[in-house]
């Protein structure tokens, strides 16, 4: 099944897409060019997002001496938590709006870019928290317009927020993560050093791998954007658009870089070749879901982040209940494609091969077991929880996970075939464990 038989047009569905990408540099080193491309832009007085952990680091100071050297001045927030929620957001855009700066640099994971992201719209756009996210839980209230000139440097090789205008947040009255996107919030530059990574601990470059991987499959066995209906509005066009052409390209390299990489730069903190591939890898899949939309095991995993009780993970810094978003994704991941798979065999497969699965032999009935079988293997070499049963829940659980899981609705949507609430507990039954 090629392209052109996948994104065949339908009645009444899209005929476009579009996409939205900031200016990216890539490069070891690259880091110290933020100074230059502040100026360039035309910035006097910068607004530096980062967090606690990260506040004495090396990144950082090599950030702010570049913006020090280009004669830039600069004030540093660092009091973003990890799964930021409106508490941190609000002390975040209070920072922005009493500050007066012209622009913002982010220095971190997905936490810091998408509490940037999210402070600058509430900051030039105050609304009430809820109204700038989706229904069900949200006002569904379009992002205005344009927010402060942002450069995104990111630390971790996963969330692609670099390359997304997409900010997660933790919406703690329902309990629950959620998206706010809107190309508004798209950084106008991402700056990507992967010497960032030399230092990370192991069990955060795993994860992170891990989501990474999800949002490449995730991107590529999404429903087809020509399968979502027609909008009436062009600007009004989702970023959870579906699959299409452009995130095919990027969801491709992103798998086979995991499949070579992975486990060779979770191993080995030496091995630059692989994590630097990494780096790059992450914001391919974020150049892909940016621009076309993550499916079930995102939506899924906030259901694990919300219920889990009594968890820590080793490396982070946070205290217990807590699993990292890449392992709250990965644990559920290969039965959501078991699931997912008769719906579009082929991309099944042929995401399998690009993740390094021998698929010479096999039938398209075999899609769902291969895929979920390689996804399997680099869970067990990377030392990933077995499955939702690694990380404290079981069978007699599905339901209320299901039941948390349901309010993702557009990403749901998003999943290659129709997926009831029946389903979902179903997936979740058959993530207990697999080895
Ligand atoms: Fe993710």
Not at 20 to 31: A, E, I, S, W
Request: glycine fraction near 10%; charge should be negative; hydrophobic fraction near 40%.
């Amino acid at each position: 099944m090629g392209c052109c038989h996948h994104f065949a047009p339908t009645q009444g569905g899209a005929s476009s897409f579009t996409v939205d990408m900031p200016r990216v540099t890539f490069g070891r080193g690259c880091l110290s060019e933020l100074g230059e491309r502040a100026a360039g832009r035309g910035l006097k007085r910068v607004a530096v997002f980062t967090d606690p952990f990260l506040r004495d680091g090396l990144q950082l100071a090599i950030a702010t001496q570049a913006l020090d050297s280009s004669g830039l001045d600069h004030e540093i927030f660092d009091a973003v938590r990890i799964e930021p929620d409106q508490h941190c957001v609000d002390e975040a855009s209070t920072f922005l709006s009493e500050g007066r700066f012209d622009g913002v640099v982010s220095v971190g994971g997905g936490s810091v870019m998408d509490t940037a992201k999210a402070a600058m719209l509430y900051a030039l756009y105050r609304a009430d928290f809820l109204d700038y996210f989706g229904p069900p839980i949200g006002g569904g209230v379009a992002v205005p317009g344009p927010v402060l000139p942002h450069i995104a440097c990111p630390t971790t090789a996963g969330t692609g927020s670099e390359t997304t205008g997409l900010s997660v947040l933790r919406i703690n009255q329902l309990n629950c993560k959620f998206v706010i996107g809107s190309r508004h919030l798209l950084p106008d530059e991402a700056l990507i050093d992967p010497a960032c990574l030399d230092t990370l601990p192991r069990r955060i470059l795993t994860s992170s791998g891990f989501d990474l991987m999800s949002h490449a499959l995730e991107c590529y066995t999404a429903r087809a954007y020509t399968h979502w209906p027609k909008v009436t509005d062009p600007m009004a066009r989702l970023m959870i658009q579906g699959a299409n052409p452009w995130s095919d390209i990027h969801a491709r390299e992103a798998l086979r870089i995991v499949g070579q990489c992975l486990v060779r730069g979770v191993a080995d903190a030496e091995d630059h070749e692989a994590r630097d591939k990494l780096m790059w890898a992450a914001s391919l899949a974020g150049m892909a879901f940016g621009n076309s939309g993550t499916h079930l095991p995102h939506a899924l995993s906030y259901a694990i982040t919300h219920l889990v009780a009594d968890q820590a993970t080793e490396d982070y810094p946070v205290a217990a209940p807590f699993v990292p978003h890449g392992i709250s994704v990965v644990v559920n991941a290969p039965s959501v494609f078991r699931f997912t798979a008769c719906a579009a065999p082929a991309r099944h497969l042929e995401a399998a091969r690009y993740l390094g699965a021998d698929t010479r032999d096999a039938s398209e009935d075999d899609a769902g077991e291969i895929l979920a079988g390689r996804m399997i293997e680099l869970m067990a070499a990377t030392d990933m929880p077995n499955g939702i049963g690694g990380v404290g829940f079981g069978a007699e659980d599905a339901t209320r996970l299901a039941d948390s899981a349901q309010r993702q609705r557009r990403a749901i949507g998003n999943a290659p075939r129709e997926t009831t609430l029946e389903d979902i507990e179903h997936i979740f039954r058959h993530a207990v464990s697999y080895w």
